[in-house]
């Protein structure tokens, strides 16, 4: 990311009150770098095109989060979801928002998990609220790695 883009993305994480995305991206890349070098390469060329080529006029939050997404997808397949305050889950039903010039991604308040097609697989927490309620970490303990 250039000096302009951490700007926005700070901007950004404070204004959305989401947790940073980053650390949670790392983790994703580590795994799959472990699961499959060809995808991994791929992973670090969607990288470089989508998330860090973002200026600061772009919105680099929904750049991070489409790239969350996607390496998830690159894991497991499975579907976004947004977690409520109240832990109530609905899927996204429109995760190509996240790679566009949305300035608010997700509603305040809204954690977003890559849940697994295959119900045996743990799912990963993508986005989460700097302060997320009791019924959102319940969630994530229980579905999330």
């Known amino acids: 990311m250039t000096d302009t883009s951490a700007e926005a993305y700070g ?8 947790e940073d995305l980053q650390p949670r991206c790392r983790r994703l890349l580590v ?3 472990a699961k499959d070098k060809t995808a ?5 060329e969607q990288y470089r095109s989508k998330v860090r080529s973002v200026s600061g006029d772009g919105n680099v939050l929904s750049a991070w989060i489409a790239y969350g997404s996607w390496l998830a997808e690159r894991l497991t397949s ?5 977690i409520s305050d109240q832990g109530l889950a609905d899927d996204v039903q429109d995760p190509a928002r996240f790679g566009a010039d949305d300035q608010n991604p997700v509603a305040p308040g809204t ?3 890559h849940l697994p097609d295959n119900r045996k ?9 700097a302060e ?8 994530a303990k229980l579905l999330c790695e």
């Open 11 to 18: 901007k950004a994480l404070k204004q959305s009150g989401l």
């Open 31 to 33: 795994q799959l770098r």
């Open 40 to 44: 991994y390469d791929e992973a670090v």
């Open 78 to 82: 499975g579907r976004l979801v947004e």
């Open 111 to 113: 954690m977003l998990i």
């Open 121 to 129: 697989r743990r799912a990963f927490v993508i986005a989460i609220p």
């Open 132 to 139: 997320p309620s009791d019924a959102q970490l319940a969630t």
